[in-house]
């Protein structure tokens, strides 16, 4: 059964830093492309990274120079280091797979079939 599971989320004051796991079981890796996403209090979820194989990733413009995706194919897992974080960060972060690479148009996320439940970021002094 493919299966995400995401991980690390918490509370945390604004400047500070957090690294989200988000961990593949049922499938392996090599051949996906990982998305990350988060859903703020009353509003849309919002697509915030992505990472194909190798090293094609894509960063939103709001967390560009303060995120980073990066992924183990090894412990089949994908991260989001998060630093510099800011008060608007805060939501359910999410983890979502697609078969083969990263499709990104305009801001909006392609081919994501498979998704984990996520895991709440607060960032709040």
């Known amino acids: 059964q493919l299966q995400l599971v995401e991980s690390g989320g918490g509370l945390v004051q604004p400047g500070g830093s957090l690294r989200l796991s988000c961990a593949a079981s049922g499938f392996t890796l090599d051949y996906y492309a990982i998305g990350w996403f988060r859903q703020a209090p009353g509003k849309e979820r919002e697509g915030v990274s992505c990472i194909s194989g190798g090293s094609t990733n894509y960063l939103d413009s709001s967390v560009k120079g303060r995120f980073t995706i990066s992924r183990d194919n090894a412990k089949n897992t994908v991260y989001l280091q998060m630093n510099r974080l800011k008060p608007e960060d805060t939501g359910v972060y999410y983890c979502?797979?697609?078969?083969?690479?990263?499709?990104?148009?305009?801001?909006?996320?392609?081919?994501?079939?498979?998704w984990g439940k996520g895991t709440l970021v607060t960032v709040s002094s």
């Open positions: 979502a797979a697609a078969r083969g690479v990263c499709l990104v148009v305009a801001g909006k996320y392609y081919g994501m079939d498979y």
